[in-house]
């Protein structure tokens, strides 16, 4: 089992940052690749970026140039940068461990609104 916490959510205004924050613990060692999603109301939940545990990123085209996703594996901590941040981007925000091919682990999410 591996669990994980999000933390850094809030209230921005637009053009603002924030960064993200999830701690995972338990049987890491069988995670390759951890992400991050969001759901907006009324809307599905959408992969926003992933990393491999070797570094590789990839990012939904909408928050390409502006948000970062990175990894500290020796601390087992992932974390998203986010800058400009717009109201589309208002949403909660969960981070999500993958194993063997499936997104299996999945935090509580954290919410980030973007409103003046």
């Known amino acids: 089992q591996v669990q994980l916490v999000e933390s850094g959510g809030g209230l921005v205004q637009p053009g603002g940052s924030l960064r993200l924050s999830c701690a995972a613990s338990?049987?890491?060692?069988?995670?390759?690749?951890m992400g991050w999603y969001r759901q907006a109301p009324g809307k599905q939940r959408e992969l926003v970026a992933g990393i491999t545990s070797g570094g590789s990123t990839n990012y939904a085209d909408s928050v390409k140039g502006r948000f970062t996703i990175s990894r500290d594996n020796a601390k087992n901590m992932m974390y998203l940068e986010m800058n400009r941040l717009k109201p589309e981007d208002t949403a909660l925000y969960y981070c999500?461990?993958?194993?063997?091919?499936?997104?299996?682990?999945w935090g509580q999410g954290t919410q980030v609104t973007v409103s003046s």
């Open positions: 999500a461990a993958r194993e063997r091919g499936l997104w299996n682990y």
């Open positions: 338990g049987s890491i060692f069988s995670i390759n690749v």
